[in-house]
């Protein structure tokens, strides 16, 4: 993972996409270009990133997408992470957040399309699990404890119902069909059912062994793994979650835990998040899931579907969307939703608060004001189609170059991010002066949460003040360290090149060895002793040629 890929002869021009490509961010692309495009855009030609979060348009199809993996901890934060990043901002910053969920549950009719990086969490239930189980051995443990998949992916397909949902992430190909139940019958609760019907056989053993042949790029990934099949216990709710490792509770137990300080007290569980009432204009009650394989040989990383638009408002798309290509469209109603909440936005500011979710009846009446505006200035205009605006904005790489030397990457300012502001006549929070940016590169990254035994521990400091003189010289010191130490992995990776080269030509003279080694042999020989061994060899056959020869005469006489 620390080779660079060939992304970047898209992004030149060198190579284009041959075809309209969309895609969502997860936790292996590079997180400082992605976030110039917030709100989604071009990464390359034909090549487009739906952004943290999104819908769009393409044709009669709407699509939405979610970008990022699921870690509790960091969901309800704000996007504070910015240029230049510490260990931890590198990891974080693709974490999915709760305002760009919010955005998509806030949607009141029928999508097409799902996709997100991370599975939604218990998916896997819904398809042939017992086979999946058996692949990646692992996943078993997970599933049952409520910990396999993304929380937020889950609540985004139980509120949009698309048509299809696909996703990547676990590097295993596995199809399943979503069953949904009817709006009407449908009772708010928590978000993951307190029992499965599954009558899968419980978990009995875990070997914890992954496939050798796999790397394992995530560093920052806990939940990709492999067990075997075996009587099913229920799947935990959020409140048998919270402290699985404490019996229930008992009168005795209850008496000695009233005679402990209040500090003693069990927390109370944190409440499930309801499930919210599906709205008139989402019907559909089946998806069909799929997840696929790495990029790499031999694996199920492609697949071919035909899709069949059930998403009504297809029909008030925009004149375009009969035209052969289809293009690429921006959608009204998300339009309508990020202009409703493009206030709550606050990025770069680790301590800052996050605008709580004040709920759907309360953003609604927000929303179809901005729908009405989003008509007037953008849909009737004839605006809807999504500009082919693609810029360089940053250099270029030169594989001659190589890449051990650069430093913290700088802060580039989008044109197209820039572009959708205007369009949507919003702030771009994304846009800084040089000053601004120059006086963050000045003070460094904020420093990374103390890690005790392999672990980080998350805490929120106070403002943080200028680096003293001897941690600018400490921080140099590790730069130069960091830069050498990957020079010499480079190094290394060059001998070991070159030695497997040496191997390889050593091999291709191996014939030659061994006929050398033939004719050596023969070479030195004594001659005399094989002239002895000659005679002897020929006395022998002699004596038993005429021993044959005299018993074949006996025999002839015999038959006379």
């Not at 996943?139 to 299809?164: I, M, Q, T, W």
Request: net charge negative; aromatic share 8%.
């Amino acid at each position: 993972y620390r080779e660079i890929g060939d992304f970047h002869e898209y992004y030149s021009g060198a190579r284009v996409a041959p075809y309209l490509t969309l895609f969502v961010g997860g936790n292996h692309e590079a997180s400082n270009h992605l976030w110039e495009l917030y709100y989604g855009g071009w990464a390359a030609p034909n090549i487009y990133y739906l952004g943290a979060a999104n819908v769009l348009r393409l044709g009669p199809l709407r699509i939405a997408g979610l970008s990022g993996i699921w870690k509790g901890y960091n969901y309800n934060k704000s996007h504070y992470e910015r240029l230049p990043y510490n260990q931890d901002d590198v990891k974080s910053i693709y974490h999915v957040r709760e305002l760009d969920v919010r955005k998509l549950l806030l949607l009141r009719t029928q999508v097409d399309i799902g996709i997100s990086h991370d599975w939604p969490r218990g998916v896997e239930w819904s398809g042939d699990h017992r086979t999946l189980f058996r692949k990646k051995d692992l996943f078993e443990a997970d599933s049952r404890a409520g910990n396999l998949g993304s929380a937020a992916a889950k609540y985004v397909l139980d509120r949009l119902r698309p048509a299809y949902w696909f996703s990547a992430h676990l590097h295993v190909k596995f199809p399943a069909i979503v069953q949904h139940p009817p709006a009407a019958l449908q009772q708010p609760g928590p978000d993951i059912p307190s029992a499965h019907p599954d009558p899968a056989p419980a978990l009995v053993s875990t070997n914890g062994v992954k496939n050798s042949e796999e790397i394992d790029l995530d560093i920052d990934m806990d939940d990709e793994a492999d067990g075997h099949p075996a009587s099913a216990p229920p799947l935990p709710t959020e409140s048998s979650k919270a402290d699985p490792a404490v019996p229930m509770e008992s009168p005795s137990l209850e008496s000695l835990r009233a005679q402990l300080p209040v500090s003693f007290s069990r927390p109370a569980p944190a409440p499930s998040r309801p499930v919210p009432a599906i709205p008139r204009g989402i019907t559909n009650l089946t998806t069909e899931f799929l997840a696929l394989d790495k990029c790499l040989p031999g694996r199920k990383f492609l697949q071919i579907l035909e899709v069949e638009p059930i998403s009504k408002v297809a029909a008030s798309a925009s004149p375009h969307e009969a035209s052969t290509p289809l293009r690429l469209e921006y959608d009204p109603e998300w339009l309508a939703i990020v202009r409703a909440l493009a206030s709550d936005l606050c990025l770069g500011d680790r301590h800052a608060p996050r605008v709580p979710d004040l709920g759907e009846a309360h953003y609604q009446a927000r929303i179809e004001q901005e729908a009405a505006w989003v008509e007037e200035h953008i849909v009737s205009p004839g605006r809807l189609v999504v500009p082919t605006n693609f810029e360089i904005t940053a250099p270029t790489f030169d594989p001659t170059l190589g890449f051990s030397d650069i430093p913290m990457p700088p802060e580039y300012d989008s044109p197209q991010t820039a572009a959708f502001c205007a369009l949507l006549e919003i702030k771009n929070h994304f846009f800084a002066t040089a000053e601004e940016k120059a006086e963050r590169l000045r003070l460094g990254p904020e420093p990374a949460a103390p890690r005790f035994g392999g672990h980080s521990h998350r805490v929120m400091s106070g403002p943080r003040a200028p680096p003293s003189y001897f941690e600018q010289q400490r921080a140099a010191i590790l730069e130069d360290v960091a830069k050498n130490m990957e020079l010499v992995l480079q190094n290394i990776n060059k001998l070991n090149r070159s030695l497997e080269g040496v191997i390889a030509v050593g091999n291709e003279f191996g014939s030659v060895e061994a006929l050398w080694s033939q004719f050596e042999g023969v070479m030195a020989r004594d001659p005399e002793a094989d002239a002895e061994a000659y005679d002897v060899a020929g006395e022998e056959v002699e004596d038993e040629h005429g021993s044959h020869a005299g018993e074949e005469h006996s025999e002839k006489n015999t038959a006379r």
